[in-house]
């Protein structure tokens, strides 16, 4: 393994919330070039993520989004395969962006909403969004139902 530049893996690891041996080993295939390392981790990500694509999810939230001036909520019911991932910020954070993807973009289901761009970031559909958070959190995750509401 070559010298690993440590600001380099911290910043990596600040930043994809990956595994610091897999930030190790992304920046070492990519003979220490941040952008391929970061690109070798979201490849990771979504490997990972086909990987538990089978598995059930029991476990999850329901969160809540209501836009500024109360003319639009949404409801989304997001699930995963344990209560200890369903607690954490991250998998909070997650539902939170999608039912802000809700109310902005107005999915007809749950497959049309995957299939849409990511609002803060046009390189990603939302379903690569949520498989970098089943690669981040190591557990599948699906977007179970939603409802949008709007006056």
Known sequence: MANIDLKALKKLRDETSASIADCRVALDEAGGDYKKALEWIKKRSVEK?????????????????????????????????????????????????????????????????LKQDYIRDTSLTMEKFVKAAIGKLGENITVKRFVRFEV
């Open 49 to 113: 993520a086909e990987k538990k694509s089978g598995r059930e999810t029991f476990e999850g939230v329901i969160e809540s989004y209501i836009h500024q001036g109360g003319k639009v909520g949404v409801l989304v019911e997001l699930l995963c395969e344990t209560d200890f991932v369903a607690k954490t910020d991250e998998f909070h954070k997650l539902a939170k962006e999608i039912a802000l993807q809700v109310a902005a973009m107005n999915p007809q289901d749950v497959d049309s909403l």
